[in-house]
């Protein structure tokens, strides 16, 4: 399986022949693999290039094959090395496209056609309240807040019965961590037996409300969810606002479902919180993405770690990475 490092099978079929015969000569072992002796030591010269191959001090034109211990050790920590510098320039890459996209938010709001500002959380209230009524088929929302308060979810029953009264279909989407609440495990049993539906994942890319797969309202400022939103209308934008909602919605678990493990033992919030890791995000960071305290998403993090038998985060991730357990957008 040297293709992982760069070389092809015939390559990898010398390398196994100079393991086996070390001491043979070029031009026996250069038939054996059916190579002329120009093509072998071509090949010869791939393998000297990856420090499988090395020259003797007392004779620079002999070469001798470097133990598999050494010279496999040093291709792995070279691999973890560019993968470690790989994973730093995606971190630098998406930390640059947040930025243009609070920045594309912030433009003026007169540049932006089909859309409407709301500013404060009691315009936003409003409005909300406003387009609930009119809502005709269905109600799609993101919450990635992480578990509410009894009084809060008490106080949004009568307009969800109201909503659910008129057939509407809601479907709403909460972080994993609610699971671990009971009055937001109360609500979304109230809201079952009322025709609701809810999923949760491990976390969520924004807050969002879709109504009738014609209007949407998301807010500014990621991190202040309260200080602006806008209401978007426009076929385009919410065709790939549905789109991702109805992605992350077949990903999600029922509410009311026990979490499942999958073959490496690992929840969705853990691979969530893998992923958060390799990424370089603090215990600060992750706990706001995946709902829930510092203190519970260190806990969660030592749980991945002993999983992968890793003393440190950084080897966390590389470990992670080897195996292939982070999604191809992770490393």
Not at 19 to 41: N, Y
Not at 197 to 207: D, E, G, H, K, Y
Request: include cysteine; glycine fraction near 8%; proline fraction near 5%.
């Amino acid at each position: 399986m040297l293709t992982t490092f760069g070389l092809d099978e015939i390559a990898e079929r010398v390398y196994r022949t100079l393991l086996l015969r070390p001491q043979g000569e070029i031009a026996d072992i250069a038939s054996t693999v059916g190579l002329t002796a120009d093509e072998f030591r071509a090949k010869l010269d791939q393998l000297s290039a990856l420090g499988l191959l090395r020259a003797p001090s007392d004779d620079p034109s002999a070469l001798q094959v470097v133990s598999p211990e050494v010279s496999f050790e040093a291709l792995l920590a070279r691999q973890q090395a560019e993968l470690a510098a790989q994973q730093q320039r995606i971190a630098e890459s998406r930390a640059f496209a947040q930025k243009m996209i609070v920045e594309y938010a912030n433009r003026p709001i007169a540049s932006r056609p089909g859309e409407q500002l709301l500013v404060g959380i009691d315009e936003i209230r409003a409005e909300i309240a406003r387009l609930t009524k009119g809502i005709t088929t269905e109600v799609m929302s993101f919450a990635p807040d992480g578990a509410q308060d009894a009084d809060t979810l008490e106080a949004s029953k009568p307009l969800d019965a109201e909503v659910l009264g008129r057939g509407v279909r809601m479907r709403t989407v909460y972080l994993d961590s609610i699971r671990n609440n009971p009055p937001s495990v109360a609500y979304a049993d109230w809201l079952a037996e009322a025709g609701g539906q809810i999923r949760t994942v491990a976390s969520l890319p924004i807050r969002m409300i879709i109504i009738d797969r014609s209007i949407a309202i998301i807010p500014v400022d990621g991190e202040d969810a309260g200080a602006s939103a806008v209401v978007l209308r426009g076929h385009g934008t919410l065709a790939a606002l549905c789109a991702l909602f109805d992605r992350v919605w077949e990903s999600g678990e029922p509410l009311g479902k026990a979490r499942t493990r999958d073959s490496r033992g690992l929840t969705a919030q853990e691979r969530e919180a893998l992923r958060l890791l390799s990424q370089g995000l603090t215990d600060e960071a992750i706990a706001k993405r995946l709902g829930v305290s510092p203190r519970t998403a260190r806990r969660i993090a030592a749980d991945v770690m002993e999983l992968l038998g890793a003393k440190s985060r950084f080897q966390a991730g590389l470990l992670a990475a080897h195996r292939g357990w982070l999604p191809a957008d992770a490393v």
